[in-house]
C-alpha cells in the first residue's frame, strides 16, 4: 500500500513499530527471501511463507531511537521473486531529546 512511513516527532529513546500492507497482485506464489535493515536500530519482521496471489501480507518493522537525534530515515531492503526483485521500505521521522 505504501512503501514509507513517517513517524513524525518522538522522544530519543521512543521505540516505534509499523506494519507495512501489502498485497500479491501477480500470479505466482511472492516470496520474500530476505529482509535487511540500514542499521541495528531498526528491526523487520516479514512473511517466511509463499503469499498466494491476491492475499495479503504485512512487513513489521522496528525503530529504536535510542541514542538517535534529528532526521531520520532508515530503510528496510526486502529481496523477492518479483521481476523487480529487490524493493525498499522507508520509515522516517525526527528525534527530538529528552527534556
Not at 500479491?24 to 516470496?31: A, E, M, P, Q, V
Not at 526483485?85 to 528525534?95: F, R, T, Y
Amino acid at each position: 500500500k505504501s512503501s514509507e512511513y513517517n513517524f513524525g516527532k518522538i522522544t530519543s529513546g521512543e521505540v516505534v513499530t509499523y506494519s507495512f500492507e501489502f498485497t500479491n497482485t501477480g500470479k505466482s506464489d511472492l516470496i520474500i527471501s530476505n529482509a535487511t535493515a540500514s542499521c541495528g536500530c531498526t528491526v523487520p519482521d516479514y512473511p517466511r511463507s509463499p503469499i498466494k496471489p491476491g492475499a495479503t501480507g504485512k512487513i513489521d518493522v522496528k525503530f529504536d531511537s535510542n541514542g538517535k537525534s534529528g532526521m531520520q530515515d532508515k530503510s528496510v531492503t526486502l529481496t523477492t521473486n518479483c521481476e523487480s526483485s529487490i524493493m525498499e521500505l522507508h520509515i522516517k521521522g525526527e528525534v527530538t531529546a529528552k527534556q
